[in-house]
């Protein structure tokens, strides 16, 4: 039987992560792995993350299962965390999931139960998994316009003008907040005018909130989704909590689902469990329960918060250094969208002949599409950086 298996092809982005690895170079910068980094190079664990993982060792008392949705007082947490008092908390059905990704992949199980003929519009570009699950489960997937090249910005009229072609049952897939991988977002007049498309079209919005705190703010953050959440009839919505609890590998995540009708949510919550059940039965709970103590402790909250705001701090400040940094050694503000830009990533908007050549010649590491992580920068590697920009001629 497994002679008849295909080699599927290799993930880039764990490509790149083992081509940095094998380089001798002792001034390789990497930038591809979307993983935060402090001014060290190393991925912290977060204080109120440690403190309440001492505090959990202390009281914990077993490690049977929870249920499949996962624990309720997390959804609660969450729920609260993402929309607010946008909707009435019996409004919404929710479940934890392996991280976002997991929480991404029982959104699409969902609307393929729900309408196997249901079309999914993604943005050009979007996270490349989004663009593999789909392919993978045989999903109708739309690429809809989003960045533009010579901008760096978001061509508006131009995702409008294809997100006119959705069909009443098809989903419009959005990124909440930091958009992966351009960093370029719209603003909220934006989300308005997609809002009121999305009504006249009878199409169902699906967010990814994945950085949520990384941008402008944990409240500003979320008025995208909280806006769509309370304005359409049905949402999905998959949060990660990898990213601002700083909790990569404990796989922690939520999936949403919003009916603007109460009387649907228990359906709606059966689903949930039901997919859980057939991919993976109870979700893991370690990193639900920290991000629970996080959420609901006010001291543990207030330190997460207060860290929170230092790392996006941190990243503002590492994209105005570089933008002008580069202002300087080009003598033009070309590279203004940097500064602009938002989360833990820009897309330079080049070629990869140019990204190859920045690895080549410079040791510098980012996915080939010009996606750099601009928190694996530092004030010493910013300059180094700009210079092999100019020298690459980008």
């Given at each position: 039987?497994?002679?008849?298996?295909?080699?599927?092809?290799?993930?880039?982005?764990?490509?790149?992560?083992?081509?940095?690895?094998?380089?001798?170079?002792?001034?390789?910068?990497?930038?591809?792995?979307?993983?935060?980094?402090?001014?060290?190079?190393?991925?912290?664990?977060?204080?109120?993350?440690?403190?309440?993982?001492?505090?959990?060792?202390?009281?914990?008392?077993?490690?049977?299962?929870?249920?499949?949705?996962?624990?309720?007082?997390?959804?609660?947490?969450?729920?609260?965390?993402?929309?607010?008092?946008?909707?009435?908390?019996?409004?919404?059905?929710?479940?934890?999931?392996?991280?976002?990704?997991?929480?991404?992949?029982?959104?699409?199980?969902?609307?393929?139960?729900?309408?196997?003929?249901a079309r999914v519009?993604?943005?050009?570009?979007?996270?490349?998994?989004?663009?593999?699950?789909?392919?993978?489960?045989?999903?109708?997937?739309?690429?809809?316009?989003?960045?533009?090249?010579?901008?760096?910005?978001?061509?508006?009229?131009?995702?409008?003008?294809?997100?006119?072609?959705?069909?009443?049952?098809?989903?419009?897939?959005?990124?909440?907040?930091?958009?992966?991988?351009?960093?370029?977002?719209?603003?909220?007049?934006?989300?308005?005018?997609?809002?009121?498309?999305?009504?006249?079209?009878?199409?169902?919005?699906?967010?990814?909130?994945?950085?949520?705190?990384?941008?402008?703010?944990?409240?500003?953050?979320?008025?995208?989704?909280?806006?769509?959440?309370?304005?359409?009839?049905?949402?999905?919505?998959?949060?990660?909590?990898?990213?601002?609890?700083?909790?990569?590998?404990?796989?922690?995540?939520?999936?949403?689902?919003?009916?603007?009708?109460?009387?649907?949510?228990?359906?709606?919550?059966?689903?949930?469990?039901?997919?859980?059940?057939?991919?993976?039965?109870?979700?893991?709970?370690?990193?639900?329960?920290?991000?629970?103590?996080?959420?609901?402790?006010?001291?543990?909250?207030?330190?997460?918060?207060?860290?929170?705001?230092?790392?996006?701090?941190?990243?503002?400040?590492?994209?105005?250094?570089?933008?002008?940094?580069?202002?300087?050694?080009?003598?033009?503000?070309?590279?203004?969208?940097?500064?602009?830009?938002?989360?833990?990533?820009?897309?330079?908007?080049?070629?990869?002949?140019?990204?190859?050549?920045?690895?080549?010649?410079?040791?510098?590491?980012?996915?080939?599409?010009?996606?750099?992580n601009i928190a694996?920068?530092?004030?010493?590697?910013?300059?180094i950086l700009a210079?092999?920009?100019?020298?690459?001629?980008?």
């Open positions: 039987m497994f002679e008849t298996l295909k080699e599927q092809p290799a993930d880039k982005i764990l490509m790149l992560m083992q081509a940095f690895k094998e380089d001798p170079r002792e001034d390789k910068i990497d930038l591809g792995v979307g993983v935060y980094k402090d001014a060290t190079g190393n991925t912290p664990v977060m204080r109120a993350i440690k403190a309440a993982e001492k505090q959990l060792w202390e009281v914990e008392t077993t490690k049977a299962y929870t249920g499949l949705a996962g624990d309720p007082a997390y959804g609660d947490a969450m729920i609260a965390l993402v929309l607010g008092d946008a909707v009435p908390r019996a409004n919404v059905a929710a479940a934890a999931t392996p991280g976002g990704t997991g929480a991404v992949r029982q959104a699409f199980d969902m609307i393929k139960m729900a309408n196997p003929a519009f993604v943005s050009d570009p979007t996270w490349p998994n989004h663009l593999s699950i789909l392919k993978h489960m045989q999903i109708e997937t739309v690429m809809y316009r989003y960045f533009d090249n010579e901008t760096r910005g978001v061509d508006f009229d131009g995702m409008m003008a294809d997100l006119d072609q959705v069909r009443a049952g098809d989903v419009v897939l959005v990124h909440g907040c930091c958009h992966n991988p351009t960093g370029a977002n719209l603003n909220m007049g934006q989300w308005k005018e997609l809002v009121a498309l999305l009504l006249k079209k009878g199409a169902t919005p699906m967010v990814d909130i994945a950085y949520q705190g990384f941008g402008d703010g944990l409240e500003e953050d979320a008025q995208a989704v909280r806006l769509i959440a309370k304005s359409c009839p049905e949402v999905l919505i998959a949060a990660s909590c990898s990213k601002n609890f700083g909790i990569y590998r404990e796989r922690t995540g939520l999936l949403m689902a919003v009916s603007n009708d109460a009387s649907r949510q228990k359906m709606n919550q059966g689903t949930l469990n039901y997919l859980n059940r057939q991919n993976f039965s109870f979700p893991p709970d370690h990193g639900a329960r920290l991000v629970t103590m996080v959420l609901t402790d006010p001291a543990l909250r207030a330190d997460w918060m207060a860290e929170l705001e230092e790392v996006r701090n941190s990243m503002l400040g590492l994209r105005e250094q570089l933008a002008s940094e580069l202002q300087r050694l080009s003598g033009s503000d070309r590279f203004g969208f940097i500064a602009q830009h938002r989360g833990m990533f820009s897309r330079l908007g080049t070629t990869p002949e140019l990204v190859e050549k920045l690895r080549a010649d410079h040791g510098i590491y980012m996915v080939g599409d010009s996606r750099l694996g920068l530092n004030k010493t590697t910013v300059p210079a092999a920009i100019i020298k690459a001629g980008i």
